[in-house]
């Protein structure tokens, strides 16, 4: 049979037959460059119905013997929508294991001659195939407790090669697909290398330890050792198993490609185990890493057995005998899995070809979606082994559109020929049971050797011991070295990148905690203007009850001085009432005689005054005859000086000049004085009255005892002395310059000397008399009573006057006496003072 034949068999195959059919055997395929077997067999294809998740679901398939199944359309499917008929359709299997099968029953039946096989020196090649979800995986690998068909294998090899295993790497790769033997001290020396170096450098994880994903069945623990065997092994042989784990996959253009095959040499099931796991994590990663697509990959484990014969002496290896048989386990991707249909349909579309270049014989290249798959197994077709393949089937009713589909595959694949291996035979020439005698003269020589080779072997053990033990301290050194230095790395990144952060969060912070001091400090600020605020508006609201508590003290104080004003002012008034009236009426009865005498004097002057007028009326007047104006004279009259007016006096008569002697008695002080001369040296009489000074009458002194008054003569420094004849007379008299207050308490009388020019240019002396008088608060008054002006002139230009007096002298006398008045008028300082202030202004023309 020639190499790749896979492409170019004519297959010759029955058409797909509907309900009924049998599935037919298909003619042996025609071999091309096959010259050593005629002989084909079918590729075996077995039907696995799974349970169904739900026992009340409806199903499509129903197995009807243990070698025909029935498909059943629901009215949900495709197909029955398409065709609008429920058409039921029997497939043809080589067995059919409902859903009730054992997975050993199924290893048994399907497994267990591809590894009889195998030990026998021929390849198979075993493949589970169907829908996802249908049960492939469970089949192929199981789990723990119900292993599948490959650890069984495993299990099984293991079992049946132990003891006739080749030391490890007796047997060495030659990188074409085959294998060499090799010396034991090279084997040693690879054993060293590859294991025991390896090994201290990277010590083993039990496998059981290890978390893996997925089926758990590679581990020892709970992991139920399949305990069969192969009985027929032949011990003359050397064996050994180098597994192989390959993830074929599709890439981004659909083309499929192996990744991460991995073949080393194992010694037991385990390590066989540890290979597929290191597959199967590939196979996850891969799938994670890639799109869903490229996801679509079958797992492949390869269980290659290597074999030679021992030589004559049952010692060295053959190395020109060197077999290698492959039995290999795939576990295809869901076959629907993208496009369902389509991937069905291309499937199909590709077992056409194969079959059509069955028939006819011609090199057709098959657009095989999976040419890859085929082209790993192509040694299987070209009759190396047997090709069996499960159809796992889920028997759920929806399913349907996809079984059919498997099936109608499943059906061509069975109708594809493969030409039957050839029994390998080894010890052509040569006496079975070597190994066994060899065994037995190695047992005698080295019952021999053993003794003088205990010290070497306990030395050289003792020092592999150590060199081990040294090569693992240094590597765990080296290792804790690597990780702390990784760690310490990390942690210097770390630290510098929290530095940074922390120095970022300072500079916030200071930010922050400046800003919070500014805010500090305005809102101390603002505090204290707030409390000074409201320190001001106590003090003021304290300073408004202050001052609302003192407006109400001196309302009630100025009400109580109002009243107490009123009361002393009625008082006062009733006081200087009654006083007035009093001194009214001492005065009149002082003035009574006084003015007795003056009506009998007037009575006379108008005796006389008619006289005149009755000479002037019998005496005619020449011209313009005028009566002359009355001229000043100066007359004498008894005690007394008397003084004539001036012609201005005269000429106002009625308006008479008046002297207002004033005096304050609150100060004690005598002021009429003062104001008397200022009045002189003015000039100016005074029409206005003036407030007249209060005085107690009670104590004014007696005119009459001329002989007690003294007097106080003020002649203010500066007057001229004129010798006229008439000078008044004093008894007794005090002469001042100026005025003092003690003078006016021992006078009684009151002489001011005052002189001024007349409107001749004669300067004219005026005396002015005043009583001087005590007034109730304890000063002096003065009450003036008298004016004498004496002057000078030369004889010549005197007129004689009549000793009498002249009419005109009195013109107006009687209007004076009757304009006599006093006034009292009340000072409001002085009432406030507690002091009365009494003027008594007198008016008197004489
Ligand atoms: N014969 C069976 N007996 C009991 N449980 C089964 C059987 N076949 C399949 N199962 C269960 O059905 C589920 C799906 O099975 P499995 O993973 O083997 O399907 P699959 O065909 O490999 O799917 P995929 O193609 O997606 O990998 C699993 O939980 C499995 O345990």
Excluded at 147 to 175: E, M
Excluded at 398 to 423: A, G, N
Excluded at 433 to 447: F, V
Excluded at 735 to 759: F, G, N, P, R
């Amino acid at each position: 049979m020639c190499a790749g034949c896979f492409y170019e068999c004519a297959f010759e195959s029955t058409k797909h037959q509907p309900v009924n059919m049998k599935a037919q055997r298909g003619k042996t395929p025609r071999k091309k460059n096959n010259q050593n077997s005629n002989q084909t067999d079918p590729v075996e294809v077995y039907c696995r119905i799974r349970p169904l998740d739900n026992p009340d679901a409806d199903v499509c398939v129903k197995p009807l013997s243990t070698s025909v199944v029935q498909l059943v359309p629901s009215e949900n499917s495709a197909a029955f929508a398409r065709t609008g008929q429920l058409k039921e359709y029997q497939y043809t299997f080589s067995y059919v294991f409902d859903e009730y099968t054992s997975q050993k029953a199924i290893f048994d039946y399907v497994a267990m001659p591809l590894v009889e096989d195998l030990i026998k020196g021929k390849n198979g090649l075993l493949f589970t195939y169907g829908i996802t979800s249908s049960g492939k995986t469970y089949t192929m690998t199981g789990n723990p407790q119900d292993q599948g068909i490959l650890p069984r294998c495993l299990d099984v090899l293991f079992n049946s090669i132990g003891g006739l295993q080749a030391k490890k790497y007796l047997f060495k790769t030659d990188k074409m697909n085959g294998f060499e033997v090799q010396s034991e001290a090279d084997a040693m020396l690879e054993r060293q290398k590859k294991d025991i170096m390896p090994g201290l450098t990277t010590p083993k994880t039990p496998m059981a330890t290890r978390n893996r994903q997925g089926y758990e069945f590679m581990t020892d623990q709970g992991r139920v050792i399949d305990p069969s065997k192969v009985d027929d092994v032949d011990e003359d042989n050397n064996y050994a198993v180098p597994p192989q784990s390959k993830i074929l996959r599709t890439d981004s253009t659909d083309s499929m490609y192996v990744m991460n095959a991995v073949e080393v040499e194992i010694k037991s099931a385990d390590e066989a185990f540890e290979v597929l796991y290191k597959g199967q994590k590939r196979r996850k990663v891969a799938h994670t890493a890639l799109n869903a697509e490229s996801s679509r990959s079958h797992s492949i484990f390869n269980i290659r057995l290597v074999q030679a014969p021992l030589d004559e002496n049952g010692q060295e290896t053959d190395n020109d005998r060197v077999c290698v048989s492959q039995l290999s386990l795939v576990d295809l991707a869901g076959s629907e899995r993208g496009n369902r249909t389509k991937n069905a349909g291309d499937r199909l579309k590709e077992a056409e070809i194969l079959r059509e270049n069955q028939k006819t014989g011609v090199n057709k290249m098959v657009p095989y979606r999976d040419a890859k798959l085929t082209h790993l197994f192509k040694n299987y077709f070209d009759g190396d082994g047997k090709v069996r393949m499960i159809v796992c089937v889920n028997p759920k009713s929806e399913e349907y559109d996809e079984t059919i589909h498997v099936m109608k595959f499943s059906e061509l694949t069975q109708e594809v020929q493969v030409t039957r291996s050839q029994q390998v035979r080894f010890n052509v020439g040569m006496t079975p049971g070597r190994r066994k005698l060899n065994q037995q003269q190695i047992t005698k020589d080295d019952m021999e050797i053993a003794k003088d080779n205990v010290t070497l072997l306990q030395l050289e053990n003792f020092l592999d011991e150590r060199y081990k033990r040294r090569e693992l301290l240094l590597t765990d050194l080296a290792k804790r070295q690597d990780e702390f230095r990784a760690v310490l790395v990390d942690m210097e990144r770390e630290h510098s990148t929290l530095k940074t952060k922390n120095d970022d969060l300072q500079c916030l912070l200071e930010r922050r905690d400046s800003y919070i001091q500014k805010l500090e400090t305005r809102l101390r600020n603002l505090e204290r203007k707030q409390d000074d605020a409201s320190k001001q508006l106590r003090e003021t609201e304290r300073e408004k009850r202050d001052l609302d508590s003192r407006l109400r003290i001196e309302k009630s104080e100025n009400d109580r001085l109002k009243k107490d004003y009123r009361t002393r002012l009625e008082m006062n008034n009733q006081h200087w009432e009654r006083n007035l009236a009093r001194e009214k009426r001492k005065i009149e009865s002082e003035y009574g005689g006084q003015i007795l005498e003056k009506q009998r004097k007037l009575n006379m002057l108008k005796s006389i005054v008619n006289e005149n007028e009755q000479q002037q009326q019998t005496t005619p007047r020449p011209g313009n005859f005028r009566t002359p104006a009355p001229k000043p004279r100066t007359y004498t009259t008894p005690g007394k000086i008397m003084s004539a007016r001036s012609e201005s006096d005269v000429s106002s008569v009625g308006v008479a000049p008046q002297v207002t002697p004033r005096t304050r008695t609150a100060t004690g002080t005598i002021s009429s004085a003062r104001s008397m001369h200022g009045l002189n040296r003015a000039g100016a009489p005074q029409t206005t009255p003036r407030t007249t000074p209060v005085y107690n009458p009670r104590h004014r002194r007696s005119k009459s005892s001329s002989n007690a008054e003294v007097w106080l003569d003020h002649r203010p420094s500066g007057n001229v002395e004129l010798d006229t004849v008439l000078q008044p007379k004093l008894k007794k008299k005090k002469s001042v310059s100026k005025l003092e207050m003690k003078d006016t308490k021992e006078a009684s009388k009151y002489l001011l000397t005052h002189q001024e020019q007349d409107s001749g240019g004669e300067i004219e002396t005026k005396l002015i008399k005043g009583s001087v008088m005590p007034t109730a608060g304890g000063g002096t008054a003065v009450v003036f009573d008298d004016v004498e002006t004496l002057k000078q002139t030369s004889p010549g230009t005197r007129k004689r006057r009549s000793s009498c007096p002249q009419p005109t002298d009195f013109e107006g006398e009687a209007n004076n006496l009757e304009n006599e008045s006093r006034e009292f008028k009340l000072d409001k300082k002085s009432v406030k003072n507690h002091s009365v202030i009494v003027e008594i202004d007198t008016r008197m023309r004489i």
